[in-house]
C-alpha cells in the first residue's frame, strides 16, 4: 500500500511537476508583456461590464467614461459576418458638433502608441462609402492635427496610428466634422511604451503610421499582440511578393539586440525571418507609396532593421538609399544581432517614397532586410490652453452640469475649435493660451457661485448674469478680474469686503441688479443710477456734438461738391506716396488713371476688392484697371508685396501687370486688356457660341502652364489660392492666361505650406484645407481639377440636379451609372475626340482627389495635356517632364505598398514583381492604413 502510495504520489507530483513546466514557459513567454496601462475601448459598446476579446485576450471597454456625446451603432446585419473582432461590430458617431473628443488616462510626460479603427458596416443604411461622395473627416492628437480618415470608395475597416507624449495626465484623440460624412470611431487602443522607445519622438514631434513590414515567410498578414508586446501592426510583405526571385530566410538561433538597445524592440519572432533574392540580382527597392503621387512637404522617417540569419559566415554588404539619396553606405548586417538604421530620427523629402538596398561590389550577396517602418511626421505645434485654466474650467463644467457640444477637448486650442464662451488670450506665441474671458449669460446655471472661476489667474471678465444662481458671494481673492456681471440672479448674501472695495475703488465693475440681495445693501452695484447718469450725460453731450457734426457735415459736401465742378485731381494728387517702389513697372498717378479710363466710365468687373475698368495707354493699348475699394485700402497691407512680387513675374499665361497706382485715397493695379473675357463667360455663353473640344484642350493647358509656372519656376514658389474660370481670361486668339493675383502668397522649402484663412471660391477650395487649414500647391492643383471638369461638362462647380450637387460627385456619379459620355457638355453636340475624353476625365478627376498626396503636380498636369494635343510644337513640348502613366478612371490606385526589385548584375534587363492588383490590398487584409 506504501508502495501504491508512493507511485501515486509519484505520478501526480510528474504531473504537477510538467504544469509548473508549462506554467514557467507561458510566464518567459508572456510574463513581460506590460499590459498594465493598456487602454482598451470598443466603441459604441452599449453594455457596462467588460469583455475578453477571444484573439487577443485582453479586456475591451465600453467607450461611455471617456467621451459626452455621440450615438451608438451596431453595423449592419450583412457587415457582421465579414467582422475580424468584436470591436469592427460597433462604431460611436458624432453628428453633432464639429469636434467631438475622447479623454484618455495617460501618464504625464509618458511615450503612447495610439491607434483608431473605423469600420463603416453601413450602419446607417446610406451606404455612404460607397456611393460616390466624398467621405472624410479629421483626427486631431490633443490639440494637434494628426491625418484625415478618407473612407470615400472603400467599403474595408480603416486605422490609423500614431507614437506621441503624452502632455497631461490625460490624452485628447478628436474627430473633426469637416461636413463631408459623419466622424466615427469603431475602436480606440492605448499602449505605453518604453520611455527609451522611438527616441525622436518628444513634446513636439510625434509621428504618424505610415507603413510597417515584417519581411520573411509568414502566416497571418497581420502580426500584433501578443507577439508584440507593445501591439504594433506589421503588415506581411509575402501574401503577394513571396515568389521568385525572392528568398525567403529564417532561423532557429537567438536574435539578439546590442545590451541597452531599446529604441525599437522588434520582436525576435520578426527578426529570426527575412528576406533577399537571388544571387543574380543587385539590389532591391521598397516603395510605399500611396497613390500616383505624394505631397512635395511629405517628411518620412524610415528605420531599416537587419539581422544576418545566414549562418554561412556570408559576404553581404549594401548601400542604402532614400529615392537617390545615400543614407548609408557599404553596410553589413550583424550576424544574429539586430541593426536598427536611421538617421537620429532625421525626416526625409522624398516625394515619391521610395527606398533602394544597393549591393556593393565588395559583396558576394544581395541585400537582405527583416523589418521596415516608416513614419510620417506629426508637428505638435499648438500649445494646449494654461493647465490651471483647464482644470478650473472642468470643475466649472462639472459642477454645473453643462453639456455643450462644444465644450470638447482643449478649451482654447486650436482656435477655430475654442470653446463657446470662452475668450482666450493668444499673444504669447511661445506660452500656452490663458482664458481671459467667460460668458455663460442665460446658461441655467443652478446653485452657488463656484470659486473655481476667481481661481483663473488672467481672467478679466466674467459674465454670469440672467442664470439661477442663490446663496451668498463668496470671500473671491479676485486677482485680475475687471468686470464681473452677475445681475438677475437669486443671490441674498452680503458682497464681500474684498469684492465691494474693490468695486468702490473703480478696479472692479461689479453688476448686481436683479438679486435678492440688492434689497438689503444700497450700493451702485445694485441699481441703473450709473447707467442713468450716464445716459443723461450722454444725452446732454450728444446732441449738441451731432448738431455741430451736421453743420460741419454739410459744410463739407458743399465744398466738395462745387470743387467737383472744378475737377478733383488736385484733391488726389496731394495723396500720392512720395517713395515709390523699386520695381520695373510703371507707376500711375490718380490723374492718368481717369485719363486712360476717361473718368472711370466702362466697368467690365466687379468684387469684393473693388471694380475693373477699361483703359486705353497713351500707346493705343487696352488695359485693364482694377481700382480697390476704399473700404480695402485699410486692410490691403498685402498690396505693396503683391505687386513687387508681381512685377517679377513673366510667362505667356500670366496676364501682364502695366503698372500700379500708389495713393492714399486709390490703389490700383494696370493689366493688359484681355478681349475675349474670361473662360466662364465662354462655357456659359448659350447656345450660338460654344467653344469646340480642342479649344478647350488648349485653354486648359495655357491655363496649367501658367500654374506650374507660379509652382516651379518662382522663387520662391507661388500658390495661386483662388483658381477658377472666372480668373482664367482669353485674349483675342483664345490663349488663356491666369489673373487675380490679388490672393497669391509665395513660399519656400523651409515653409512649404500657407496657415491662414481660406482664399477660395465655393465648389473650388480643396477639402483637405478642412482637416490642416494649409494651403499649398496642391491647393491649387484641386482647384484646377474643377476647372477642367468645367471645362469638360459646362457645368458649374456647385449646382441644382435637382438639389445641391458637387460637381466632382456629379461626375463620379453619372460614370458610375454607365455612359461617360453623358457628362460631356451638349453644346458640343458630340463633336469631341472620344479617344482623349476618358483620359482628360480621368485626369480632372485625379485632380480633385480628397488627399493632397494623390493629386498629380501641375508639371505632371501640362505633360499629359500635352499628350492629347500632339499638334502642340516641339518647342513647347521641350518645357514639360515625361508623361506620367495615365491610370484608368475605373482602376483604383495601389493604397497598399509595392515593393519592387530589378537590377540583375550581368545584364541590362531588370525585374518588377508584387504590383498590387484591384484596390491593392490583400484579400486577407483586415484593417487599412488608408
Known amino acids: 500500500m506504501v508502495l501504491r502510495f508512493s507511485s501515486l504520489a509519484s505520478i501526480e507530483l510528474t504531473w504537477l511537476l510538467a504544469l509548473l513546466f508549462i506554467l514557467v514557459t507561458m510566464i518567459q513567454v508572456h510574463g513581460q ?23 487577443l485576450q485582453l479586456q475591451y471597454l465600453s467607450d461611455g467614461e471617456f467621451v459626452e456625446g455621440g450615438l451608438s451603432h451596431d453595423i449592419s446585419a450583412e457587415s457582421m459576418a465579414g467582422a475580424g473582432n468584436e470591436q469592427q461590430k460597433t462604431l460611436r458617431s458624432f453628428p453633432n458638433g464639429s469636434r467631438n473628443c475622447y479623454t484618455l488616462p495617460s501618464i504625464n510626460g509618458k511615450k503612447y502608441l495610439l491607434r483608431a479603427t473605423f469600420t463603416y458596416g453601413n450602419y446607417d443604411g446610406l451606404n455612404r462609402t460607397m456611393d460616390g461622395s466624398t467621405f472624410l473627416f479629421g483626427l486631431h492628437i490633443g490639440v494637434n492635427f494628426w491625418e484625415t480618415v478618407n473612407l470615400t470608395n472603400w467599403d474595408q475597416a480603416v486605422w490609423k496610428e500614431v507614437v506621441t507624449v503624452a502632455p497631461a495626465s490625460n490624452l485628447s484623440v478628436c474627430l473633426i466634422n469637416f461636413g463631408t460624412g459623419t466622424p466615427f470611431v469603431s475602436s480606440l487602443e492605448l499602449r505605453p511604451l518604453d520611455d527609451l522607445m522611438y527616441p525622436f519622438v518628444n513634446s513636439s514631434v510625434s509621428i504618424s503610421y505610415f507603413k510597417r513590414i515584417r519581411f520573411g515567410n509568414t502566416a497571418e498578414f497581420l502580426t500584433r499582440y501578443p507577439l508584440d508586446q507593445y501591439d504594433r501592426f506589421w503588415e506581411a510583405w509575402s501574401f503577394s511578393y513571396n515568389t521568385y526571385p525572392w528568398i525567403p530566410l529564417n532561423t532557429s538561433s537567438r536574435v539578439r539586440s546590442l545590451p541597452g538597445d531599446k529604441a525599437f524592440q522588434v520582436p525576435e519572432d520578426i527578426l529570426k525571418q527575412a528576406s533577399t533574392m537571388d544571387t543574380n540580382y543587385s539590389f532591391l527597392e521598397i516603395n510605399v507609396g500611396v497613390g500616383p503621387n505624394l505631397a512635395k512637404n511629405l517628411q518620412l522617417l524610415p528605420i531599416f532593421h537587419f539581422a544576418e540569419i545566414n549562418s554561412s559566415n556570408p559576404s553581404r554588404r549594401f548601400d542604402i538609399y532614400s529615392n537617390n539619396e545615400l543614407l548609408f ?29 544597393n549591393k556593393t561590389r565588395r559583396s558576394r550577396l544581395p541585400p537582405l532586410i527583416n523589418a521596415f517602418e516608416v513614419h510620417s511626421l506629426v508637428r505638435m505645434d499648438n500649445l494646449t490652453t494654461d493647465s490651471d485654466d483647464v482644470n478650473y474650467v472642468k470643475e466649472v463644467k462639472k459642477h454645473y452640469n453643462l453639456a ?29 493660451p490663458r482664458i481671459v474671458a467667460v ?32 446663496g451668498a458671494i463668496p470671500d473671491y481673492q479676485i486677482k485680475s478680474l475687471k468686470v464681473l456681471d452677475l445681475s438677475y440672479n437669486q443671490l441674498d448674501g452680503p458682497i464681500p469686503d474684498s469684492i465691494l472695495q474693490r468695486s468702490q475703488a473703480g478696479l472692479l465693475d461689479l453688476r448686481l441688479e436683479g438679486n435678492p440681495i440688492c434689497s438689503k445693501v444700497k450700493d451702485t452695484s445694485c441699481s441703473n443710477t450709473k447707467k442713468k447718469t450716464t445716459s443723461t450725460v450722454l444725452i446732454a453731450v450728444i446732441v449738441p456734438v451731432v448738431l455741430v457734426s451736421f453743420l460741419v457735415v454739410m459744410g463739407i459736401l458743399w465744398k466738395l461738391y462745387w470743387k467737383g465742378k472744378s475737377g478733383d485731381d488736385e484733391d488726389y494728387a496731394m495723396y500720392e506716396e512720395e517713395t515709390p517702389l ?88 494696370v493689366y493688359d486688356f484681355m478681349p475675349r473675357g474670361n473662360l466662364q463667360q465662354l462655357l456659359k455663353g448659350g447656345d450660338d457660341y460654344s467653344l469646340t473640344w480642342e479649344q478647350r484642350l488648349y485653354i486648359a493647358l495655357d491655363a496649367a502652364q501658367g500654374l506650374e509656372y507660379l509652382h516651379e519656376s518662382c522663387t520662391p514658389s507661388i500658390v ?57 500647391v496642391k491647393t491649387d492643383v484641386y482647384s484646377f481639377g474643377i476647372v477642367l471638369l468645367e471645362i469638360i461638362t459646362g457645368q458649374s462647380p456647385v449646382f441644382n440636379d435637382p438639389q445641391t450637387v458637387h460637381l466632382p460627385n456629379w461626375v463620379r456619379q453619372k460614370i458610375a451609372k454607365g455612359n461617360i459620355h453623358d457628362v460631356v457638355d451638349r453644346r458640343l453636340l458630340d463633336q469631341y475626340d472620344a479617344s482623349s475624353l476618358q483620359s482628360v476625365v480621368d485626369l480632372a478627376l485625379n485632380c480633385v482627389e480628397n488627399a493632397a498626396i494623390d493629386r498629380p503636380t501641375m508639371t505632371e498636369v501640362v505633360s499629359r495635356l500635352k499628350v492629347w494635343l500632339p499638334s502642340v510644337s516641339s518647342d513647347k513640348q521641350s518645357t514639360s517632364g515625361t508623361p506620367r502613366r495615365r491610370y484608368s478612371m475605373n482602376t483604383d490606385m495601389p493604397k497598399q505598398f509595392q515593393l519592387m526589385i530589378s537590377g540583375v548584375s550581368d545584364a541590362e534587363s531588370s525585374f518588377q514583381s508584387g504590383y498590387t492588383s484591384g484596390n491593392g490590398m490583400s484579400q486577407a487584409t483586415l484593417f487599412s492604413g488608408r
Open 33 to 55: 508583456i506590460p499590459t498594465a496601462g493598456f487602454v482598451n475601448i470598443d466603441c459604441g459598446w452599449t453594455n457596462s461590464s467588460a469583455y475578453n476579446d477571444s484573439t
Open 329 to 357: 553606405s557599404d553596410f553589413s548586417p550583424s550576424p544574429f544581432q539586430v541593426d536598427s538604421m536611421h538617421q537620429s530620427g532625421r525626416f526625409l523629402h522624398n516625394p515619391i517614397a521610395k527606398f533602394r538596398l
Open 404 to 432: 455643450r457640444i462644444t465644450w470638447n477637448g482643449d478649451p482654447c486650442s486650436p482656435r477655430e475649435y475654442s470653446w463657446e464662451g470662452l475668450t482666450c488670450d493668444y499673444s504669447k506665441s511661445n506660452q500656452s
Open 439 to 470: 460668458n455663460l449669460s442665460t446658461s441655467g446655471l443652478k446653485g452657488g457661485l463656484v470659486i473655481s472661476f476667481m481661481n483663473m489667474a488672467s481672467l478679466e471678465n466674467l459674465d454670469l448674469s440672467h442664470n439661477n444662481l442663490t
Open 582 to 669: 523699386h520695381i520695373d513697372i510703371r507707376r500711375f498717378t490718380y490723374a492718368e488713371l481717369k485719363l486712360i479710363t476717361n473718368n472711370f466710365q466702362s466697368i467690365i468687373g466687379k468684387g469684393g476688392f473693388g471694380i475693373v475698368y477699361h483703359g486705353m495707354l497713351e500707346n493705343g493699348d487696352e488695359v485693364a484697371v482694377k481700382v480697390l475699394m476704399e473700404t480695402s485700402i485699410a486692410e490691403s497691407t498685402d498690396f505693396l508685396p503683391e505687386v513687387q512680387t508681381l512685377s517679377k513675374v513673366h510667362h505667356k499665361n500670366l496676364v501682364t501687370l502695366q503698372g500700379y497706382c500708389q495713393n492714399k485715397k486709390c490703389l490700383a493695379l
Open 720 to 776: 495661386h489660392r483662388d483658381v477658377k474660370t472666372p480668373n482664367i481670361l482669353l485674349d483675342k486668339n483664345l490663349v488663356g492666361v491666369i489673373s487675380d493675383f490679388g490672393l497669391s502668397r509665395a513660399f519656400n522649402d523651409a515653409h512649404t505650406h500657407i496657415s491662414t484663412v481660406a482664399a477660395g471660391t465655393l465648389g473650388y477650395l480643396d477639402p483637405e484645407y478642412h482637416a490642416t487649414f494649409q494651403l499649398t
